[in-house]
């Protein structure tokens, strides 16, 4: 088990290209990892067939129904937490890492911290325990500390996880399918004594390459309409997280602000603004009823 250092997943649905694009720059990474799981939820295009053509190196496991990111992380992180990986990286098909040494830089921050470090990775956020919002570090702490402790790092962000975390069940829940399924975990991480660090470093670099140094943020911003049905479940997710996690002010406050959120959307029309308070009533309805649809 010692000797088995780094291995990843990465969980994909019907995108085969950008799959074949996110494995190259994986491997082509200074340090890359020993093993590759792909978890494919997709059924409809040619996953299986390009990976056997381009890296049949890799391990392929195929769903055999859409499990969402939650089912498809819970299946990744506990068939290498079996098989005794130390450090698991928690892909997404669509989220390469940034830099061509940015596991190496991330592999090397968690290996110098020790056991109790639960995950490492590129951006991350504190967690307010009172209003269940995130609180963004600013560029003057990332600029004065080589790396930074934070309370969670979102899918995407290159996310490097302690594989005796999982050993200890620390794992993701199935039934959220979409959504915050990455704070939940994070969030246990923290109460069983792990810390989640990011390396300040690559946090800048983001920044930059993504043009988000500065970001003023809208209360309510208007979103395209084939992407509110991410809302239904961010909200209804994070009121399962907050229960769970026995943080009742936080419950309420999400709650309150995601119907205020809701309400001040018909500044940007009556047809738009109805649209987000009935997928609003809906998440708060199917929380309150325990329906975990997957749609």
């Not at 939940?184 to 069983?192: H, M, N, T, V, Y």
């Not at 309400?263 to 009823?289: E, F, I, P, Q, W």
């Amino acid at each position: 088990m010692s000797n088995k250092r780094f291995a990843a997943f990465i969980v994909t649905f019907n995108r085969a290209e950008i799959l074949m694009d996110t494995l190259h720059k994986i491997f082509t990474q200074t340090l890359p990892p020993e093993k590759v799981l792909i978890i494919d939820n997709g059924a409809t295009d040619e996953t299986k067939k390009k990976l056997e053509e381009l890296y049949p190196e890799v391990e392929h496991v195929y769903m055999g129904y859409n499990a969402g990111p939650a089912g498809g992380d819970k299946v990744g992180l506990e068939m290498l937490a079996k098989e005794g990986y130390k450090w698991i990286f928690w892909g997404d098909d669509n989220d390469p890492p940034q830099t061509e040494d940015t596991f190496e830089k991330l592999v090397t921050l968690a290996e110098s911290y020790g056991d109790k470090c639960g995950q490492v990775g590129m951006v991350g956020s504190r967690f307010n325990r009172y209003t269940g919002l995130l609180q963004r570090i600013t560029n003057e702490e990332l600029r004065k500390n080589p790396y930074i402790e934070v309370d969670t790092i979102g899918g995407g962000q290159c996310k490097i996880v302690n594989g005796n975390s999982i050993r200890e069940g620390i794992i993701t829940e199935e039934k959220l399918f979409f959504g915050f399924e990455d704070l939940d975990f994070d969030l246990s991480q923290k109460e069983a004594g792990y810390k989640i660090l990011v390396h300040s470093g690559l946090f800048l670099g983001c920044r930059e390459r993504w043009s988000r140094l500065n970001v003023e943020r809208e209360i309510v911003k208007k979103k395209d309409e084939k992407v509110l049905w991410r809302d239904y479940y961010s909200i209804r997710n994070a009121l399962f997280i907050m229960k769970k996690h026995r943080l009742p002010l936080a419950w309420l406050s999400f709650l309150t602000v995601s119907i205020g959120k809701s309400l001040l959307s018909y500044k940007h029309g009556r047809r738009y603004g109805g649209l987000v308070v009935r997928n609003t009533c809906r998440a708060v309805r199917d929380y309150s009823l325990r329906r975990y649809y997957k749609r």
